[in-house]
Nanobody, 120 residues
Framework: QVRLVESGGGLVQAGESLRLSCAAS????????MGWYRQAPGKQRELVAN???????NYAESVKGRFSISRDNAKNTLYLQMNSLKPEDTAVYYC??????????????WGQGTQVTVSS
């Protein structure tokens, strides 16, 4: 079993920054694509950004130029640096990872979520 634990959320004012972290632990042989998703009240969960094992990244248009995703493969940890935050960034942010627990077993895991609230 694999566990993803997010941290770093909180309440900030518009224009400020936050850094989210997601640490993976458990039965991990290797990790493929990792990503951050978010879900605002009354809305569907959406992709914020993801990063492949080769460090290739992908961002939602709404966060390009403001957010930066990175990973530390040695620590099995994912990061999201969020700058110039806007009230519309308010949501619960979830970490996602595709984890190989063996050479033939690939599973998709989610963290429990961390709340990010941006006041105007």
């Amino acid at each position: 079993q694999v566990r993803l634990v997010e941290s770093g959320g909180g309440l900030v004012q518009a224009g400020e920054s936050l850094r989210l972290s997601c640490a993976a632990s458990g039965s991990i042989r290797s990790i493929g694509t990792m990503g951050w998703y978010r879900q605002a009240p009354g809305k569907q969960r959406e992709l914020v950004a993801n990063i492949r094992s080769d460090a290739n990244t992908n961002y939602a248009e709404s966060v390009k130029g403001r957010f930066s995703i990175s990973r530390d493969n040695a620590k099995n940890t994912l990061y999201l640096q969020m700058n110039s935050l806007k009230p519309e960034d308010t949501a619960v942010y979830y970490c996602n990872a595709q984890v190989w627990s063996s050479s033939v077993t690939l599973n998709n895991y989610w963290g429990q979520g961390t709340q990010v609230t941006v006041s105007s």
